[in-house]
């Protein structure tokens, strides 16, 4: 029997990685071990072993089929890599800027700190930002960062990408959790978009983790009249 304590590592996080390794190269459809075959390999408890294929199902390199059980996934189709502000605008042949309203470190309210993982109270860098294309403001952006994770981020000059700061120090995100909402602009939006108060705007939260750390919680509010927001979807045959 495998015993994940005494590794150092998050028993999910052994758990998850052997069954990554042992399905990485298997036919799509392929079954997946089965949870109560990993509890007994590795001596946890079953609500460890179902963390782990969780993280591997929200991956997309699992799927669960009701009734059935849980199999290596088909390749998702036409889903893109996960990108940047910088980098969406970009890929459409626009230019982008950042204007940076205030770039400082904080304590994290309860909202922030539960979605980074943190404990309310601790230290977060809040960077708030006038995104720019083509010399028009596009949004404001707040984005939080867990200051452990990013040590000296405000002691150099700001990055003109977050995400290839993120990417040079290793913590690239691999996949994001978005809500997009339709709201009209505040008094104070409205000012920084320019834009009439009471103007139609987007709301776009993320959530975005680099394997299962997350990295960034931002909130961005989009002119609905400049901004277009583009999905790829596709279907699995």
């Known amino acids: 029997m495998l015993h994940a304590a005494g590794s150092g590592a998050l028993k999910h996080v052994q758990v998850r990685e052997y069954v990554r390794a042992l399905v990485r190269d298997a036919e799509p459809g392929?079954?997946?071990p089965s949870e109560r075959e990993l509890v007994?390999?590795?001596?946890?408890?079953?609500?460890t072993v179902r963390q782990a294929m969780d993280a591997l199902v929200t991956e997309g390199l699992l799927?669960?089929?009701?009734?059935?059980?849980t199999f290596v996934a088909r390749p998702r189709r036409g889903v893109g890599r996960l990108t940047s502000f910088t980098e969406e605008m970009h890929r459409v042949g626009l230019t982008s800027e950042n204007?940076?309203?205030?770039?400082?470190?904080?304590?994290?309210?309860?909202?922030?700190?539960?979605?980074?993982?943190?404990?309310?109270g601790d230290a977060v860098i809040h960077w708030k930002r006038l995104r720019c294309s083509d010399?028009?403001?596009?949004?404001?952006?707040?984005?939080?960062?867990?200051?452990?994770?990013?040590?000296?981020?405000?002691?150099a000059p700001l990055?003109?990408?977050?995400?290839?700061?993120?990417?040079?120090?290793?913590?690239?995100?691999t996949w994001a959790e978005d809500t997009v909402t339709a709201d009209v602009a505040s008094p104070d939006e409205a000012d920084l978009l320019g834009i009439a108060g009471g103007t139609a705007v987007l709301?776009?939260?993320?959530?975005?983790?680099?394997?299962?750390?997350?990295?960034?919680?931002?909130?961005?509010?989009?002119?609905?009249?400049?901004?277009?927001l583009r999905v790829q979807l596709g279907v699995e045959g």
């Open 159 to 173: 990055p003109a990408s977050l995400y290839d700061e993120l990417g040079a120090r290793g913590l690239r995100p």
């Open 203 to 228: 709301r776009q939260t993320r959530r975005a983790l680099a394997g299962d750390a997350v990295v960034e919680v931002s909130r961005s509010c989009y002119r609905a009249d400049r901004y277009t």
């Open 63 to 69: 799927e669960r089929i009701p009734g059935r059980g």
């Open 135 to 155: 010399g028009e403001v596009i949004a404001i952006e707040d984005a939080y960062l867990n200051e452990v994770m990013l040590p000296g981020f405000l002691q």
């Open 40 to 47: 007994q390999q590795f001596g946890v408890a079953r609500m």
């Open 99 to 120: 204007q940076t309203l205030h770039a400082r470190l904080g304590q994290a309210g309860p909202g922030v700190a539960r979605a980074l993982g943190i404990t309310a």
């Open 30 to 32: 392929s079954p997946a």
